[in-house]
T-cell receptor
């Protein structure tokens, strides 16, 4: 299967600072990547769809100015959590799909805001 | 948009028994239905998937059935083992390039 790598695996940051999470498709080109957030003991909630070369599409209730998504190349999408607060602490997971196939997930990033 | 409901939220079985998890979806345009197994703190792992042109698919102890008319699909695990204990998620997507929408998950516990 294809490989999607996410970095960092975990990060602790101070309240009010920004954190950038990278998602890379290592062996295929992904025109579309997806960002999910998963709170403890809950499901994966879609935050946004990231399209290479264009603006991301955000799900209802997700603040686009707080969760900045950039998809600068066919193998890299980044999610920046701006002015992070403790309630943003969560498990963030990206996924990428090859054309009409299964989705491949990154290993996730555990964000803790203190 | 798509909405996926999953039941039960928890399921406890004895080793060797079968386990069944059921999901329903709302968007009749959905045509791809994967099942994921997730262990604590790790990424979801695809265990089986089915497309809307197929009614049933089996892979060793795992099978998935799909009823397009009723818009529901189910995961069947036979001869359960303790290592099957995890959280299982169903998901659905409507077309290539669109995101998977997940059910709320089922915590399966297999006791020996």
């Amino acid at each position: 299967g294809a490989v999607v790598s996410q970095h960092p695996s975990w990060v602790i940051c101070k309240s009010g600072t920004s954190v950038k999470i990278e998602c890379r498709s290592l062996d295929f080109q992904a025109t579309t990547m997806f960002w999910y957030r998963q709170f403890p003991k809950q499901s994966l909630m879609l935050m946004a769809t990231s399209n290479e070369g264009s603006k991301a599409t955000y799900e209802q209730g997700v603040e686009k100015d707080k969760f900045l998504i950039n998809h600068a190349s066919l193998t890299l999408s980044t999610l920046t959590v701006t002015s992070a607060h403790p309630e943003d602490s969560s498990f963030y997971i990206c996924s990428a799909k090859k054309a009409n196939t299964e989705a491949f997930f990154g290993q996730g990033t555990r964000l803790t805001v203190v | 948009g798509e909405n996926v409901e999953q039941h039960p939220s928890t399921l406890s079985v004895q080793e060797g028994d079968s386990a069944v998890i059921k999901c329903t979806y709302s968007d009749s345009a959905s045509n791809y239905f994967p099942w994921y197994k997730q262990e604590l703190g790790k990424r979801p792992q695809l265990i089986i998937d089915i497309r809307s042109n197929v009614g049933e698919k089996k892979d060793q102890r795992i099978a998935v059935t799909l009823n397009k008319t009723a818009k529901h699909f189910s995961l069947h695990i036979t001869e359960t083992q303790p290592e099957d204990s995890a959280v299982y998620f169903c998901a659905a997507s409507s077309k290539a390039g669109t995101a998977l929408i997940f059910g709320k998950g089922t915590t399966l516990s297999v006791s020996s």
